[in-house]
């Protein structure tokens, strides 16, 4: 029988995200309407669509050996895992998400002291409880089921929600008054689980493949041929211009002795301003082609 790791997947608005991760990694993850049980085309591993809320719970008791989810979820279950990695990326941006102290435009509550004795709405309660600890502020914190925006004034005086943008804030009309969290997506496995030597090698393994696709996010390559004769002028205007490679451009030799061949790794945004200087400086037969994982 395949030995196989029990990978959670998030459901909700990771799961897409999640699923565009994997497969820009070389796996192919797709999902069964109604099943929460996608498929994977590797045998070895196994994997379950799981709500990042409690992805951390699962795997802390060992239902799952691994899985993806924020580092918001592992706080608010206090869940005692590995965290192997920090994977930035989120449901809308590459940037971390913010859990926010929100309360409405017109609200009297300036600051966190203005809470005493306020009524709050959150998914993440025990996040905000001890948050509000920490102030030395005691507050009634209930549990929201979503949709915590349209709570205030009505159902609570104020709301701990998070937000990528900050726009559906705004919609509603309210403001920030704090920042809690920041927080990012993890890569966490079952401390038991990752000190068997078979499972910890392959989700060191995946783990690698998941970090090459975000690396090469926003890159491309380009190669290249030179005169011998420029390859000074080149490598001078490379040096200067530091987001054109990873380290140094790629050199080989090509049939014709005064001529050299060179790859550099590119980011995609500035690739229609380097291609005209490379020209300027001796380059030719300039090839632009995507790259789908750069592993360092």
């Known amino acids: 029988m395949t030995q196989q790791i029990r990978l959670g997947i998030p459901a909700g608005s990771l799961q897409e995200a999640t699923a565009e991760l994997?497969?820009?990694?070389?796996?192919?993850?797709?999902?069964?309407?109604?099943?929460?049980?996608?498929?994977?085309?590797?045998?070895?591993?196994h994997c379950t669509l799981i709500r990042a809320q409690e992805m951390p719970r699962y795997v802390e008791n060992g239902s799952l050996d691994c899985g993806l989810t924020g580092y918001d979820w592992i706080l608010e279950n206090e869940a005692k895992v590995c965290e192997l990695a920090e994977l930035m990326?989120?449901?809308?941006?590459?940037?971390?998400?913010?859990?926010?102290?929100?309360?409405?435009?017109?609200?009297?509550?300036?600051?966190?002291?203005?809470?005493?004795?306020?009524?709050?709405?959150?998914?993440?309660?025990?996040?905000?409880?001890?948050?509000?600890?920490?102030h030395g502020v005691t507050a009634q914190v209930e549990f929201s089921w979503g949709a915590t925006e349209v709570k205030p004034p009505r159902f609570a005086d104020a709301i701990v929600d998070v937000t990528e943008t900050g726009s559906s804030l705004k919609?509603?009309?309210?403001?920030?008054?704090?920042?809690?969290?920041?927080?990012?997506?993890?890569?966490?496995?079952?401390?038991?689980?990752?000190?068997?030597?078979?499972?910890?090698?392959?989700?060191?393994?995946?783990?690698?493949?998941?970090r090459g696709a975000l690396t090469a996010?926003?890159?491309?390559g380009l190669k290249f041929n030179t005169r011998l004769a420029d390859k000074a002028k080149v490598l001078a205007f490379l040096k200067d211009h530091p987001r054109t490679a990873l380290n140094s451009p790629t050199i080989s030799p090509l049939a014709d002795p005064d001529w050299i061949a060179m790859e550099i790794i590119i980011d995609e945004d500035i690739v229609r301003h380097i291609m005209p200087q490379l020209y300027a400086v001796g380059a030719r037969?300039?090839?632009?082609?995507?790259?789908?994982?750069i592993i360092l």
């Open 22 to 45: 994997f497969r820009n990694a070389g796996f192919k993850l797709t999902f069964a309407s109604r099943s929460y049980y996608p498929s994977i085309d590797d045998p070895e591993i």
């Open 89 to 134: 990326f989120s449901k809308v941006s590459r940037r971390p998400v913010r859990w926010v102290l929100a309360v409405p435009n017109d609200s009297p509550i300036k600051t966190v002291q203005d809470l005493q004795g306020k009524r709050i709405a959150t998914e993440v309660v025990g996040l905000t409880r001890r948050w509000l600890a920490q």
């Open 171 to 210: 919609a509603n009309n309210l403001r920030v008054v704090a920042e809690l969290l920041q927080s990012t997506t993890r890569f966490i496995a079952n401390e038991k689980a990752y000190a068997d030597p078979w499972k910890k090698q392959k989700m060191d393994d995946v783990l690698l493949m998941l």
């Open 217 to 220: 996010e926003g890159m491309v």
């Open 285 to 293: 037969g300039i090839v632009e082609y995507p790259i789908s994982k």
